[in-house]
């Protein structure tokens, strides 16, 4: 006699409908949208003031909701946290309106900054940066000796006056809501020795990680004509595989 076998009955996904397919590819898109939106912004590099932190020619995200003032509806959703020291930022210059830029936050409020020699010390402390750069190795007293040196160089105006009603004995003292803000390329970078502190207010966000990076003259942002804009673009075009940084693709920010 045939023995019989046993039967066995297998339950079938049902697939996915048409409408629930792009009811999903929405959602996601909606998301995408929102982050892109509300959370990152990208960004490229201008100068060479964060060597070798960061290039001419970098493209960055930046998060612009990490340092941005807690929401009650999205507090409990994305990580917010104060600025810290060493952390790098985005923010929009004092000195310069609609200018953006980005610097390593050196002081925070109620800090004591000098520099002798071109060394940071910080509230009494000779700070290690491994980060530092002294690519010119020429000596500027002001520069080096921050605030020690009268600033006689500082183009600024505002600033110059302000200066002095800032320093403590040998510091300059970082007050409320403002950040002491210096380059890692520190022989070549214009930033709070020159201009001031950067108000809270003017903070846009922290530099998350590089999606692009190709290689770009300095000042290159700086170019109008509309002619010289449209060659450097043919010029990405043509040489995109050949002078795309690719060991910088994804390197995070620190």
């Not at 990076?213 to 804009?229: C, H, I, K, M, W």
């Given at each position: 006699?045939?023995?019989?076998?046993?039967?066995?009955?297998?339950?079938?996904?049902?697939?996915?409908?048409?409408?629930?397919?792009?009811?999903?590819?929405?959602?996601?898109?909606?998301?995408?949208?929102?982050?892109?939106?509300?959370?990152?912004?990208?960004?490229e590099?201008?100068?060479?003031?964060?060597?070798?932190?960061?290039?001419?020619?970098?493209?960055?995200?930046?998060?612009?909701?990490?340092?941005?003032?807690?929401?009650?509806?999205?507090?409990?959703?994305?990580?917010?946290?104060?600025?810290?020291?060493?952390?790098?930022?985005?923010?929009?210059?004092?000195?310069?309106?609609?200018?953006?830029?980005?610097?390593?936050?050196?002081?925070?409020?109620?800090?004591?900054?000098?520099?002798?020699?071109?060394?940071?010390?910080?509230?009494?402390?000779?700070?290690?940066?491994?980060?530092?750069?002294?690519?010119?190795?020429?000596?500027?007293?002001?520069?080096?000796?921050?605030?020690?040196?009268?600033p006689?160089?500082?183009?600024?105006?505002?600033?110059?006056?302000?200066?002095?009603?800032?320093?403590?004995?040998?510091?300059i003292?970082?007050?409320?809501?403002?950040?002491?803000?210096?380059?890692d390329?520190?022989?070549?970078?214009?930033?709070?020795?020159?201009?001031?502190?950067v108000?809270?207010k003017?903070?846009?966000?922290?530099?998350?990680?590089?999606?692009?990076?190709?290689?770009?003259?300095?000042?290159?942002?700086?170019?109008?004509?509309?002619?010289?804009?449209?060659?450097?673009?043919?010029?990405i075009?043509?040489?995109?595989?050949?002078?795309?940084?690719?060991?910088?693709?994804?390197?995070?920010?620190?």
């Amino acid at each position: 006699m045939p023995k019989q076998e046993d039967k066995v009955t297998v339950d079938e996904k049902p697939r996915e409908t048409t409408a629930e397919f792009l009811a999903s590819l929405a959602e996601v898109l909606v998301i995408v949208l929102f982050i892109m939106t509300f959370v990152l912004q990208n960004f490229e590099i201008p100068s060479g003031s964060m060597e070798d932190t960061l290039l001419v020619g970098d493209h960055v995200f930046v998060n612009r909701e990490q340092f941005a003032p807690p929401t009650r509806w999205m507090g409990s959703l994305l990580p917010y946290r104060e600025i810290r020291r060493d952390d790098i930022a985005v923010f929009f210059s004092p000195e310069q309106q609609g200018l953006f830029l980005v610097k390593r936050i050196i002081g925070i409020p109620g800090d004591h900054i000098h520099l002798r020699d071109g060394t940071v010390y910080r509230n009494g402390e000779r700070l290690a940066e491994p980060f530092a750069q002294h690519k010119l190795g020429n000596f500027d007293p002001y520069r080096d000796n921050f605030p020690a040196v009268p600033p006689f160089e500082v183009r600024n105006g505002k600033w110059k006056q302000e200066l002095s009603s800032h320093i403590e004995g040998n510091d300059i003292v970082v007050p409320p809501d403002s950040y002491f803000a210096m380059g890692d390329n520190r022989d070549n970078s214009y930033d709070s020795r020159f201009w001031g502190f950067v108000p809270r207010k003017n903070v846009i966000g922290r530099p998350l990680f590089i999606y692009w990076s190709f290689v770009t003259p300095e000042g290159q942002y700086l170019v109008r004509d509309a002619g010289e804009r449209m060659g450097f673009l043919a010029h990405i075009v043509i040489h995109f595989f050949d002078q795309t940084r690719w060991r910088r693709t994804l390197r995070i920010v620190r």
